[in-house]
């Protein structure tokens, strides 16, 4: 107390406002006059309730502040239709892309999303986060970007899971990925088609599959459509803006500059695009630049982006479809789907100078 110094001032007792009291099940099944079996099939979306009568009840139990209980939901009824998202960096645009197609889909069915974003990737998620998805969801889609062993032992535990990106080791756990070998060959090809020889591929992070996939295209097309063959010319990233900067650094030092630079996305794309443009080249004059994704952002840059289009939101959503057909007890069609692409010719690609 400041009684020293707040002198002449009555003491206020101060006591903390009680917690508004959460009505249950019985006492909206009470005020809507109808039996608690019938609210909770109205509010979970059951059979054997009409139209006009569910629509009263979910009105009754908004007015009185009615939670469902996802815990007694999952206990009473086998499920909690709660999907869990394992996810890293959300603030990479692709990531919350791919996040938002998983609520959009999520939302469509009348599931609720819980997310989990790792803050440190290298590093294993502890087994609370395990324990909190067990609990509180029917399955998990996981948008792990390293094998860490967790979703595999969600699998172990009778937990669906659907991976993005990312085919697990599991035998049988299923993967949502977009095709990214024939994405990458349609870059390279447009890049060859247009004359292009001495062609520079910025890499993605290697622990992915779809990075190793855009690899392996780089390096078939080199040998079939007769592309210069130079280690040099493959530049270290991992999907990036710093990484895409970082290639464009190493690409100023060649001594012979490739003439067009496929990046294995478009963050990195833009990162290198900046330091090129920074160092006074001109795109696509002096050359020509190719990312993959087709984020937003890559119809805004100047020049715009040509880039390879994934279908992010359908990513989403088959990972959600595959998801809820787990959860029905549903063997997969697939372990692994494998959604097409699709390049978008923009302002950013050329023919070289001669």
Known sequence: MLDNVLTGVPEIEMTPNPSPKVPTLAEVAAAAGVSAMTVSRALNDQRGVSRKTRDAIVRMASEMGYVTNRVAQKLSSGQ?????VLAD?????????LVTGVVRAAAAVDNEVLIYSLVDHQKRPPVKVLRLLQQFTDGVVALLPYEFGFVEALAEGHMPVVTIDNPSKHPGLPSVASDSYDGARKAISHLAELGHKRIAFV???EQLESARQRRRA????????????DPALVLKGNYT????????????????????VFASNDLSAFGLMAVLQERGLRIPEDISVVGFDDLPAAAQVHPALTTVRQPIEDLGRAAVNTLLALIAGLS?????????????????TSRPKT
Do not use: C, M, W
């Open 80 to 84: 909690s239709r709660v999907i869990g």
């Open 89 to 97: 960096h959300l603030d990479n645009p692709f990531i919350s892309s």
């Open 203 to 205: 890499s993605g992070a």
């Open 218 to 229: 780089y390096d078939d097309a080199v040998a079939i459509l007769g592309l210069v063959r």
């Open 241 to 260: 803006l710093e990484s895409g900067r970082a290639a464009g650094e190493q690409l100023l030092k060649l001594k012979k500059h490739p003439t067009a």
């Open 332 to 348: 997969a069609a697939s372990t692994q789907v494998t959604l097409p692409t699709e390049l978008v010719v923009r302002q950013s």
